[in-house]
């Protein structure tokens, strides 16, 4: 989409020769010109453009006018001064204009102020975008774009197959395939992981672990255990309400009331 400009100057030859030089840009649309600041300041609120070109001496309602006219507005243009006065030239970056283009300027003047012009405008459409995306990310998902970013980077991290795991054992880095583990036991801020290839103890705790893994084919059984119901064979009740999972390598894991339920839809 073209950026929009309106040009506001009391001198018709200075608005035709901006007018003139803008136009050969085809990223730029030059949606109307203004003989003055109040004139210019309808335009504004009824064009909504995205730059706006103004000369500072003006009769009625000068450039700084214009922009003070403009801070209270729901729409805020950017703001390039356009005269031939220097000494206005802080005052004029106090009130946070965009440029200030000191006539005569010459074409590669014009050209510098319009790569800052192209620069700033592909930054904030971008920055709409991801508010964009924020927003629905939070409607669809409740999670920030950074939150749901993060999640992402989780998920990749587990693979390169999305099914492997890294574990720090020790000075070494264990590699699992999730299918080899069959269940895990936590002690404090470790975990006793028992696989198919053995018994492993590594740094973790299960709440960190339990992010990882595909928690409908690792459920928790109780605070201190998660299984791989892929391994498990046999569940039997006891008399206090809680079960044993038995897994094909013959080991028993306690299941708790508290999470019991969690393993009926894979036996009921």
Request: charged share 20%; with cysteine.
């Amino acid at each position: 989409m073209p950026i929009s400009a309106i040009i506001v100057d009391d001198e018709p030859l200075a608005r035709e020769g901006l007018m003139l030089r803008i136009g050969q840009e085809s990223d730029f649309n030059v949606l109307t010109d203004c003989a003055c600041g109040a004139e210019a300041l309808d335009a504004i609120h009824t064009l909504t453009p995205d730059v706006v070109f103004a000369d500072i001496e003006m009769p009625g309602l000068s450039g700084f006018e214009l922009v003070n006219a403009l801070n209270d507005a729901p729409f805020l243009p950017k703001i390039i001064f356009v005269t031939a006065y220097q000494e206005f030239a802080l005052e004029a970056f106090e009130c946070q204009v965009f440029d200030y283009l000191l006539k005569p300027y010459s074409d590669a003047r014009l050209a510098s102020c319009l790569n800052k012009l192209r620069q700033a405008y592909s930054e904030q459409v971008a920055f709409d975008r991801q508010q964009q995306l924020t927003d629905l990310l939070g409607k669809k998902t409740g999670k920030t774009l950074e939150g749901f970013m993060s999640s992402l980077a989780q998920q990749a991290s587990m693979s390169p197959d999305s099914d492997t795991l890294i574990f720090k054992n020790g000075t070494e880095r264990l590699r699992l395939v999730m299918s080899e583990i069959l269940w895990v036991e936590a002690a404090g801020d470790y975990l006793y992981l028992h696989t198919q290839r053995g018994n492993f103890i590594v740094r973790q705790t299960l709440k960190q672990l339990e992010t990882e893994l595909h928690q409908h084919c690792f459920p928790r059984v109780s605070r201190s255990a998660m299984i791989n119901m892929s391994h498990v064979t046999k569940l039997t009740p006891n008399s206090n309400g809680e079960y044993y999972a038995t897994l094909n390598n013959g080991d028993e894991v306690k299941v708790s009331r508290k999470y019991r339920a969690k393993l009926h839809k894979f036996f009921y």
